[in-house]
């Protein structure tokens, strides 16, 4: 499986961004897609997922800000991300596993796109 992530950049506190993330290869058997974010010094840390059944989590500093969606026909996942803040600056990355019932710790999931920054300015 492949993932190729695309959008990113910088934007002023406030603004939006859209990251879009392609899918190809064996996706087969793929469940759950999602975007981590990683920021200088920090853990990699889990910001939205989707399961290939539409159920969407998000992590309590995206929750009401972030969108997620999953096009299953397309094998794309997007986040669009709104009310932009300068601690959400870090790498983004798309990853994607198999079905598994355990948490979602970034070492669950077995395929990663590259990463895209997103830098938020104050």
């Known amino acids: 499986v492949q993932l190729q992530a695309s959008g990113g950049g910088l934007v002023q506190a406030g603004g939006s961004l859209r990251l879009s993330c392609a899918a190809s290869g064996r996706i087969f058997g793929i469940n759950s897609m999602g975007w981590f974010r990683q920021a200088p010094g920090k853990q990699r840390e889990l910001v939205a997922r989707?399961?290939?059944?539409?159920?969407?989590t998000y992590a309590d500093s995206a929750q009401g800000r972030f969108n997620i969606s999953r096009d299953l026909d397309k094998n794309t996942v997007t986040l669009q991300m709104n009310n932009l803040k300068p601690e959400d600056t870090a790498t983004y990355y798309c990853?994607?596993?198999?079905?598994?019932?355990?948490?979602?710790?970034?070492?669950?999931?077995?395929?990663w796109g590259q990463g895209t920054q997103v830098t938020v300015s104050s």
């Open positions: 989707v399961t290939s059944y539409g159920s969407p």
């Open positions: 990853a994607a596993r198999p079905y598994y019932s355990g948490p979602h710790y970034p070492n669950t999931y077995s395929y």
